[in-house]
């Protein structure tokens, strides 16, 4: 779903460019708290490790937006990662995964154009992110407290955040569009197909929340708190223990296996199954070419970028090229993401530090 230069006029991408930016701005001080609020309870300083963890995410997510899967009539989808970032690191640290990966996707590989870069932000990584965020929070309020509540609010979160994706671009395109066709049908076709590229997102996410949680629940930011209720037996009945005054903290354990395991799996996806990805045109493409939206689609800046297109320049293998331009893909976003995220982490640690040697902040 990455819009390229040309299909929304300048004053309306400038007017997304500003939007995105606040939300970054935003994006950074919340996830300041939240890369805290993740870090393990009782691991002092190992609330550092939440910052290679978030950019795991980033690469992850990178990599499986690689596998475009086939939906209907000739059309694939893909990833777009809001629900799943939000979920596994939190609403903030989400919103500057996305965007990590999508800065990186229109610099290195010309996927998403540059003066588009705020409309994609705004629908990829914003909407997403926020959608989700709400929708899932609200359902694991009423659902009972579990992991697979966790798992089946995952699942619906990703299905609703995709198609209110595209209720946004479209409202973008109704202001901004550069060519003349008929919003209502565009509409109609947007939001038909990203629901069922929607169910590939709640699959893919619901899966991955799904597999955290089976292994280090205490590592998914959407399931804090979450914990089996302890059972006593009572005149030979089990009943639920009476509630602790303070809960039971997790086992300071180093995520390194996730870690690992989840980088291995971003390169695998990235640089050989990316290989039998679909095809299609995925769901903007194909609404584009339908009804007319591409007619003012401009050449890429960058399209001429040694990776361009997923593939590495001067490699003739197509297997080849386009694994290896997954594996630099995965392994750049990884390093740009971690440290974006180390750099938001040591802030906080360094205003608090400066807080706390203020006068203000002097205790008498």
């Given at each position: 779903?990455?819009?390229p230069?040309g299909?929304?006029?300048?004053?309306?991408s400038a007017?997304?460019?500003?939007?995105?930016?606040?939300?970054?701005?935003?994006?950074?001080?919340?996830?300041?708290?939240?890369l805290?609020?993740t870090?393990?309870?009782?691991?002092?300083?190992?609330?550092?490790?939440?910052?290679?963890?978030?950019?795991?995410?980033?690469?992850?997510?990178?990599?499986?937006q690689?596998?475009?899967?086939?939906?209907?009539?000739?059309?694939?989808?893909?990833?777009?990662?809001?629900?799943?970032?939000?979920?596994?690191v939190?609403?903030?640290?989400?919103?500057l995964?996305?965007?990590?990966?999508?800065?990186?996707?229109s610099?290195?590989f010309?996927?998403?154009?540059?003066?588009?870069?705020g409309?994609?932000?705004?629908?990829?990584?914003l909407?997403?992110?926020?959608?989700?965020?709400?929708?899932?929070r609200?359902?694991?309020?009423?659902?009972?407290?579990?992991?697979?509540?966790?798992?089946?609010?995952?699942?619906?979160?990703?299905?609703?955040?995709?198609?209110?994706?595209?209720?946004?671009?479209?409202?973008?395109?109704?202001?901004g569009?550069?060519?003349?066709?008929?919003?209502?049908?565009?509409?109609?076709?947007?939001?038909?197909?990203?629901?069922?590229?929607?169910?590939?997102?709640?699959?893919i996410?619901?899966?991955?929340?799904?597999a955290?949680?089976?292994?280090?629940?205490?590592?998914?930011?959407?399931?804090?708190?979450?914990r089996?209720?302890?059972?006593?037996r009572?005149?030979?009945?089990?009943v639920?223990?009476p509630?602790?005054?303070?809960?039971?903290?997790?086992?300071a354990?180093?995520?390194?296996?996730v870690?690992?395991?989840?980088?291995?799996?971003?390169?695998v996806?990235?640089?050989f199954?990316?290989?039998?990805?679909?095809?299609?045109?995925d769901?903007?493409e194909?609404?584009?070419?339908d009804?007319?939206?591409?007619?003012?689609?401009?050449?890429?800046a960058?399209?001429?970028?040694?990776?361009?297109?997923?593939?590495?320049?001067?490699?003739?293998?197509?297997?080849?090229?386009?694994?290896?331009?997954?594996?630099?893909?995965?392994?750049?976003?990884?390093?740009?993401?971690?440290?974006?995220?180390?750099?938001?982490?040591?802030?906080?640690?360094?205003d608090?530090?400066?807080?706390?040697?203020?006068?203000?902040?002097t205790?008498?």
């Amino acid at each position: 779903m990455h819009a390229p230069d040309g299909f929304i006029d300048v004053p309306v991408s400038a007017a997304a460019g500003v939007l995105a930016a606040g939300a970054i701005a935003v994006s950074l001080r919340g996830a300041r708290r939240e890369l805290d609020d993740t870090a393990r309870p009782g691991a002092g300083a190992g609330a550092e490790r939440t910052a290679p963890l978030a950019g795991l995410v980033a690469a992850f997510i990178f990599a499986v937006q690689m596998l475009n899967f086939p939906v209907a009539a000739g059309t694939s989808g893909h990833l777009l990662g809001g629900a799943l970032a939000a979920i596994l690191v939190g609403p903030y640290t989400g919103v500057l995964c996305v965007s990590v990966v999508l800065l990186l996707q229109s610099v290195l590989f010309a996927d998403g154009g540059l003066t588009a870069l705020g409309v994609n932000i705004t629908t990829m990584a914003l909407t997403t992110t926020v959608v989700a965020y709400a929708l899932f929070r609200g359902l694991v309020k009423v659902l009972p407290r579990s992991r697979r509540s966790v798992t089946a609010a995952s699942f619906v979160a990703a299905l609703v955040s995709v198609p209110a994706s595209a209720v946004v671009f479209t409202l973008l395109y109704a202001v901004g569009g550069t060519t003349d066709v008929s919003i209502g049908k565009v509409a109609t076709a947007m939001v038909g197909v990203h629901v069922l590229i929607g169910l590939g997102e709640a699959a893919i996410t619901a899966l991955t929340v799904g597999a955290v949680i089976a292994v280090r629940p205490d590592l998914v930011h959407g399931a804090r708190g979450l914990r089996q209720k302890l059972k006593l037996r009572v005149n030979g009945e089990l009943v639920d223990a009476p509630e602790t005054a303070e809960p039971v903290p997790a086992p300071a354990r180093s995520p390194r296996r996730v870690w690992t395991a989840g980088l291995v799996t971003s390169l695998v996806l990235a640089g050989f199954v990316s290989f039998y990805a679909s095809a299609n045109p995925d769901g903007l493409e194909k609404v584009a070419a339908d009804h007319g939206i591409d007619k003012q689609a401009e050449e890429h800046a960058v399209a001429d970028s040694p990776l361009a297109d997923y593939g590495v320049k001067d490699v003739d293998d197509a297997r080849l090229s386009g694994g290896l331009a997954g594996v630099i893909g995965v392994g750049v976003t990884v390093v740009a993401g971690t440290g974006v995220f180390w750099a938001v982490r040591r802030r906080r640690t360094t205003d608090e530090q400066a807080e706390a040697t203020s006068p203000a902040g002097t205790s008498v």
